[in-house]
């Protein structure tokens, strides 16, 4: 996935763009689902990683909830 795809955007607007689109494509009631919480996090990590090249996810990553993550890719759409 590119983080590119909107010309004269920078990164952290185009996965802002990207996190939205993928609220808009989920179901209500599934905000919690492993499905909606890897697309953001795709999008956030790819967007990092683009931005950082030796960044890496945070230490705790996959030891967090679902809800935990999302409160955490949520915080990126008000930077």
Do not use: C, H
């Not at 010309?7 to 993928?22: P, S």
């Not at 990553?61 to 993550?69: G, I, P, S, Y």
């Amino acid at each position: 996935m590119t983080v590119w795809a909107f010309r004269g955007m920078n990164n952290i607007n185009a996965m802002k763009a990207f996190m939205v689109l993928g609220d808009l494509m989920t179901k209500e009631g599934d905000e919690l689902s492993d499905e909606a919480v890897k697309y953001k996090e795709r999008i956030a990590f790819t967007t990092m990683r683009a931005s950082i090249p030796d960044w890496q996810p945070p230490s705790d990553w996959n030891n967090l909830t679902n809800k935990q993550k999302l409160d955490r890719l949520n915080k990126l759409k008000s930077v």
